[in-house]
Structures are given as structure tokens and as C-alpha cells.
């Protein structure tokens, strides 16, 4: 009895309230493996459950104290400051600790196969292929997978299952049959294994180049917290820049941290990084298997990998001491995750930058208001500026095509006749077109397509959207006012809606250009790994003529042979129900506007708009982000939003609308009363209000926003809020999700 051990755990319960752990005995036999940071099973009410171990003492804290059943893992699952990251990410963003210490180590957590990867194969050659699919002919689903594994061989059974969507019983059936063979592979799974590394030579840096190396090195050299912002614009050289910094730090001993946004920004620059590199580089994204990622995450973690590259959740990756961390594209929403814990990779970065006291440099053209803001006289960040393009390129020259008038002279199509004709000019010389659809277009939106004018909240200052009962309702305070049949404007009666889908620009592209060869790349067209790769191979092998897409084109305006992008409709973002839309399309139109016309002929953009007038769009085609900055930053600091302030948006979710509201509204009150309890004056509460998606996937949602310039006592009411409900709905089968810092609304 003398030398008994117990082990404080977070046992893994679904819907958990608070973070605190439970004490259990170590038994005799597991004395010595049971240690911080390893995974046990434990009894729990009725059932047994895992739960992770962080901390262990001799003595005894409750009477009752039941026993560890088992280890979970052989090794340890998370280091000491791992924890501390998990309790970090639970304390600002309100998502229990067990949440946030399974998303730190989700990928050892998920390294279910084995080392050994069973990969399949097609066993059918090419002789017998028309009798199996003659075979096949009435099974479509076993078909789909076979022509699958034919198309993408060396998967293994569920990324096949995934890819042919079918269950993983039909992969099994096809095992049986013998259409399906496995082969074993055992190595180290390199995903880049196919990539052609091209020796580069090395360049001589610019001045500014010079210069920004120059400031981070000196900051890396002193080993202190330092943070930069890099606002440098498109083809300057920031990727060079970073290469160099990242030279410096691996010089120190530490490691480096790369972010990029998305995926479709991975292989070039994984590219040039290998390029560099070599095997020292790690490479993270979303799109790799659960074992590739472990592996990568294994050679991090053991040190052989001190330069990392990935998309946002690399922000979590075992770096033992990151002596610099990179965020390119600093301003991309796709660094918020928007599952629990909704961390912004930028806030996780200023986390670890200032723990480990290194350096955080923040790369962008069109940076966000709130690392721009800090980067001003008297802020905390560092600004370096970059204002020249590498070989002396002009930027591409930017036409804004006024709605108003097509609609005025009869034409109430998709595509202004500028627009037609300049593709027409295009197909007729052999050039290429880019068409850019903003991804996140509302189908509620109202505007009038004679003079332009958007309803806006008289409250919020946020567009308002249109309803199935006929009003026009405010998504931030739940204004609502009846829809006028004309504008209020200018009287005209052509009101119209938004949201024009990939697939209709298709069609009534190909119906006015019969003879253009049209692809497309969207969400639906890019479900499969490497499907982006592929469509745009396509496009600049000059498969097509034109490329119709979502934001996920961008990449594609690099191409050579492209030499005019149109962007179908500024306004779908511009009157977006959120107080960032104006920031959202300034920079959507800007990356457009400076991205192409890379290749040796000059490069034409047409934006098409009700608003031409409007500063964001303005500013976008001139290629201005100050004067973007200066008319952004008043605006914002007129209706106290950020970064004048910090927000927090509360959202529930569930199938029944009115338990929903009911809810939300029980959750108003809560908030009031702490409000009230603290004097909490300076705190800003509306809603509930619907949701911008009212409905998504079967749920209603409804929200509360809240919001101050006083941090602190912002806190103080999420903390009694959280200490209060736990952060679970009031209600049955009612989901909340608390977002800290919320990107959309
Ligand atoms: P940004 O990320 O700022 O938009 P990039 O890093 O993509 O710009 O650089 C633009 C182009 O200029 C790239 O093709 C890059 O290889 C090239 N480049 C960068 N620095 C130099 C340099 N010092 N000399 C010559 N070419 C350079
Ligand atoms: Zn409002």
C-alpha cells in the first residue's frame, strides 16, 4: 500500500462539460508505463472510456478512487508543451481541453493502420478489361471501383472506397473476387516521392529583398519575440525572402514553420522547398493520407525534419523549438478552422512565436486590417514593405464593366457584352481566359440593377437579405422590414438577386460561345486527391479555352497562355451579411487583379459590378491598398467592429426551429445577467438573429454576436458563460459552437 501512484486524466466523454480531470489508481502492472502523456482506458459511470494522462502523484485527492484498466498506446501520445498548447486553445476559444489536446495530436490519435500500408491494385490487365466491365455492367458501384483503382492505383482500401464512393464492403467483395490485389509496402510513405526536384540557381536579391532578410535575420540572431509584417505585392519576392529566413534559423539550430493557405498552393511551393531543402522539409496538408501524415508528423517530432511546410493545422506540428514561423497569405480566411476548436493558425502562431521567443513573420499583399493595423507607427508588429515587382513587370490592366448600363440597354444576361467580345478577341487569337466566381455567394441578396443600391441595416450597417416571407431581414440583430417592390433609390423596379452558380456561368457561356472549349473547377469537379492538378494541367496544356471557377482558380492565373480574367460579379462578396465583406472583396479583386498576366504577354482583367463606385472595388483596380486601408479602417472604427474590437459569435444548431430560438433566446438572457453582474456597459449583444445560413444540412441556426473594445471584460463574460453551461445548448438534441474571433458570420 505504501508506494501507490494515481494519474490525473482527461477522460475523452463526447459532450463534456468543463476541463477538469478525474483521479484514478495506477495498478501494480502498470506501474512505470503509465506516465505523462500516455493514453489510458478507464471506467467512467457505466462504460469505460480513454482518456489522457497529465500528471500523476502520490497522494490521494478523493476518497473513492477506481482503477486504470489499461495503456491505450505503447508510446507516449503528447509532450509537456503540447498539453500547454491544448490548454492555451481551450482557454481563448472556449472548446473544453480535451478537444483541443485531441486536435493537437489528431494525427497520432489517427494512425489506425499499421506501418505496413495494404495498397490495391487492379488484377484485371487489359485483355480481360471489356469482359469484366461486361461482367460488372449491373453492379455500377463494384464497377465504379475497379475503374477507380485502374485510374488512381497504389490507394489503399478506404482512400479507394472514398474516391470511387463506395462502402469499404464493396472494396472487401472486389478482394474476394480477385479484381482487387494487395500489395504491402513498408516504407516510409513520401508522398513527394514522384515529384521532379529542378536544381534551381541560386538569385541575387533585389534591394527590398536585401532589406526584409536583412531585418528578420538580425531579429532571428538576437533570439527574441519579434514580430513582421511583410506586406510586399504580388511578385515581389516574398517566397525568396522567406527561403532565406529560414536559412538563417536552421543555422541557429532551431526549426522553421511555413503556413500556406491552400491546398492548391502546396506543389509549387513544396517544390521550391524541396528544392532548398530537401529532405529536411516536412509537408503537411489536408489532402494526405492519415498514414502520410504520421510519418511526416514522426520525422518533426524526432528532429530530422526541422523545416515545415503545410496548411493550416501544420500550426500544430511537434516543432521542439520553432525559431521562426511563417504565414504566407496572411489575410486568407482558410486559416480560421471552422470545427471546434475554431483557432485562426495566425493567433495560434503569435502563441508559439512569443512561448518559444521566436520570430513571426506574416507575409501578404493584402493584408488583413488587423495585422495591418498593428504594423502601424506605435504597434507591435514590424512593417516591411516591398513595392516593386521582380522584373519590373507591369500590373495587368484592370477595367471595371458597369452593370447598370447592360441592364439599361437590354442585356440581362450573365455576361456583359465587353466581356463576351473580349473572350470572342481571345478565342480568336488562340489566348486563354480565366472566368472568377466568388465561392461564397448568397442567392438572398437584393440589389437594384438599375442604380446599384443594397438595403443595409440602419443598425448594423450590414446588408440585408431576403426571405421566403416576403422581408428583408438583418442576420446581426434580426432587423426586419418588409421588401419594397421598387428601389428606394432611384424607384426603378429591377431588383434582382444574387448568387449565380459555376454551373449556370457554364452554360451560358457555352450557349453564346458554341465554339470555346470550356472547363470547370469547382467543389464539385475537384472531390478526388489531385483532381485540381489535373483540371489545370488541362487548362495549361491548352486543353480548354476557357476555365470557369470559384476562388480555387486563382493558382491558374499564373499560367502563361492566359491573358484575360473576367470576374463575373464583384457585388456576391461586396454585399456579403458581414462586416468584413468590403475587406473580402478588396482582396479577392486585388489577388485577381495583380496575379494575372504573369507570361510574356500582357495580362487584362474585367471586373463586372453594380458598384463600380465603390472604394474596395476602386482600390482593388488600381492596385491601391491604402486607400483601401484608409476608407476600411474608418468605417470600422465608426460601428466599433474589429479590429476595434473583439468578437465572439454564438451559434446554435438543431432540427427543430423553434427549440432552436428558444434556446438562443435562454442563451441572450444568460448573457445579459453576467453582463448586467459586471457591469459590463462596454459589451455590444445582438440576436439571436438567423444565421447568413439559416439552414444548412438539415439544421436551423440562429446567433448571438457579441462584441467590445474592452477585451478583458469580454472575457470575463465568455468565462462565466463557459463556466455556467459547459458550452452545451439548453436543449435537447441542440448543438453550440462558440467562435472566438469569428472570420465569417
Ligand atoms: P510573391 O510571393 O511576392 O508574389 P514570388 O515569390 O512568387 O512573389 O516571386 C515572383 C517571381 O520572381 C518568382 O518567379 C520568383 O522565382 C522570382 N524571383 C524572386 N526573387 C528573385 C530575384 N531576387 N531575382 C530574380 N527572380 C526572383
Ligand atoms: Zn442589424
Keep these: 500500500m505504501s508506494n501507490q501512484l494515481f494519474a490525473d486524466v482527461l477522460v475523452e466523454v463526447p459532450v463534456f462539460k468543463n476541463d477538469r480531470t478525474y483521479q484514478y489508481r495506477v495498478p501494480e502492472k502498470l506501474e512505470g508505463l503509465v506516465q505523462f502523456g500516455t493514453r489510458v482506458r478507464v471506467p467512467f459511470g457505466k462504460q469505460k472510456v480513454t482518456g489522457f494522462v497529465v500528471g500523476l502523484s502520490a497522494r490521494k485527492a478523493v476518497a473513492r478512487v477506481k482503477e486504470i484498466i489499461d495503456l491505450v498506446d505503447e508510446s507516449l501520445i503528447f509532450r509537456e508543451d503540447q498539453l500547454s498548447l491544448a490548454q492555451w486553445l481551450a482557454g481563448y476559444y472556449f472548446c473544453g481541453t480535451v478537444k483541443a489536446l485531441q486536435t493537437v495530436v489528431a494525427p497520432v490519435l489517427k494512425k489506425t493502420t499499421p506501418r505496413a500500408v495494404a495498397r490495391l491494385y487492379s488484377a484485371v490487365d487489359p485483355v480481360q478489361l471489356p469482359a469484366v466491365r461486361e461482367q460488372l455492367s449491373r453492379a455500377p458501384k463494384k464497377k465504379a471501383a475497379i475503374e477507380a483503382a485502374l485510374e488512381c492505383p497504389g490507394l489503399n482500401k478506404r482512400e479507394l472506397a472514398a474516391v470511387a464512393g463506395v462502402s469499404l464492403s464493396v472494396i472487401n467483395q472486389l478482394c474476394a473476387m480477385g479484381l482487387l490485389k494487395v500489395k504491402t509496402d513498408s516504407s516510409m510513405r513520401d508522398p513527394y516521392a514522384h515529384y521532379k526536384i529542378v536544381e534551381q540557381n541560386p538569385v541575387s536579391l533585389t534591394g527590398e529583398q536585401s532589406r526584409a532578410v536583412r531585418d528578420v535575420t538580425r531579429a532571428i540572431q538576437q533570439g527574441g519575440h519579434q514580430v513582421f509584417l511583410l506586406h510586399g505585392v504580388t511578385g515581389s519576392g516574398k517566397t525568396e525572402v522567406y527561403l532565406r529566413c529560414i536559412e538563417q534559423v536552421l543555422r541557429t539550430g532551431r526549426q522553421a514553420i511555413t503556413l500556406v493557405p491552400e491546398i492548391s498552393l502546396t506543389p509549387q511551393m513544396v517544390r521550391l522547398y524541396k528544392a532548398r531543402f530537401g529532405r529536411d522539409v516536412a509537408v503537411l496538408h489536408s489532402r494526405m493520407s492519415d498514414g502520410e501524415r504520421y510519418d511526416e508528423w514522426s520525422r518533426i517530432e524526432n528532429g530530422s525534419a526541422p ?45 508559439r512565436a512569443r512561448k518559444s521567443r ?38 495587368p490592366r484592370v477595367q471595371l464593366v458597369d452593370m447598370r448600363r447592360e441592364v439599361q440597354s437590354g442585356n440581362s444576361g450573365i455576361f456583359s457584352l465587353a466581356l463576351l467580345q473580349k473572350m470572342r478577341e481571345k478565342l480568336h487569337n488562340n489566348e486563354q481566359t480565366i472566368i472568377f466566381l466568388n465561392r461564397r455567394g448568397f442567392k438572398t441578396l437584393v440589389v437594384c440593377r438599375e442604380c446599384g443600391m443594397v438595403l443595409k441595416c440602419p443598425r448594423c450597417d450590414i446588408s440585408l437579405t431576403y426571405h421566403a416571407d416576403g422581408r428583408l431581414r438583418c442576420h446581426y440583430c434580426n432587423y426586419r422590414v418588409q421588401a419594397p417592390k421598387r428601389c428606394p433609390d432611384c424607384g426603378g423596379n429591377q431588383l434582382g438577386y444574387f448568387g449565380t452558380g459555376t454551373q449556370r456561368v457554364e452554360m451560358e457561356l ?39 471557377g470559384t476562388q480555387m482558380v486563382a493558382k491558374g492565373l499564373d499560367l502563361p497562355g492566359v491573358t484575360l480574367v473576367g470576374v463575373i460579379n464583384a457585388d456576391s462578396t461586396l454585399h456579403m451579411p458581414d462586416f468584413r465583406a468590403g475587406e473580402r472583396t478588396f482582396q479577392l479583386l486585388a489577388q485577381v487583379a495583380g496575379r494575372a498576366g504573369r507570361g510574356d504577354k500582357p495580362g487584362e482583367v474585367l471586373i463586372q459590378t453594380f458598384t463600380p463606385e465603390h472604394y474596395a472595388v476602386q482600390a482593388a483596380s488600381r492596385h491601391d491598398y491604402s486607400a483601401f486601408f484608409q476608407r476600411e479602417v474608418t468605417v470600422r472604427k465608426d460601428m466599433g467592429y474589429p479590429p476595434f474590437a473583439k468578437m465572439v459569435r454564438l451559434l446554435v444548431l438543431g432540427k427543430d426551429d423553434t427549440a432552436v430560438q428558444q434556446a438562443a433566446d435562454k442563451i441572450r438572457q444568460h448573457l445579459d445577467g453576467f453582463v448586467t453582474r459586471l457591469n ?58 462558440i467562435d472566438v474571433d469569428p472570420m465569417h458570420i
Design 358 to 395: 521566436g520570430v513571426l513573420m506574416l507575409g501578404s499583399a493584402t493584408p488583413s486590417l488587423e495585422s495591418y493595423c498593428r504594423a502601424l507607427p506605435g504597434g507591435s508588429y514590424k512593417l516591411i514593405n516591398m513595392t516593386t515587382r521582380i522584373n519590373g513587370k507591369n500590373m
Design 680 to 737: 459590463g456597459e462596454k459589451i455590444q449583444i445582438v440576436g439571436p438573429a438567423p444565421a447568413p445560413l439559416a439552414r444548412l444540412k438539415e439544421d436551423y441556426r440562429w446567433h448571438i454576436i457579441l462584441w467590445s473594445a474592452d477585451y478583458r471584460q469580454l472575457r470575463l463574460v465568455m468565462e462565466q458563460f463557459w463556466q455556467v453551461t459547459g458550452g452545451v445548448a439548453p436543449g435537447k438534441d441542440l448543438r453550440l459552437s
Design 307 to 351: 523545416v515545415v511546410l503545410g496548411v493550416r493545422s501544420a500550426i500544430l506540428a511537434p516543432v521542439p523549438d520553432p525559431g521562426l514561423i511563417i504565414i504566407d497569405e496572411e489575410h486568407e480566411p482558410s486559416y480560421k478552422q471552422d470545427e471546434a476548436p475554431r483557432y485562426h493558425a495566425r493567433a495560434v502562431a503569435l502563441y
Design 510 to 548: 457555352a450557349a453564346a460561345l458554341p465554339e470555346a472549349r470550356i472547363l470547370r473547377m469547382d467543389a464539385d469537379t475537384t472531390t478526388r486527391k489531385g483532381s485540381h492538378e489535373q483540371i489545370l494541367s488541362a487548362f495549361a496544356r491548352g486543353e480548354a479555352d476557357i476555365l470557369v
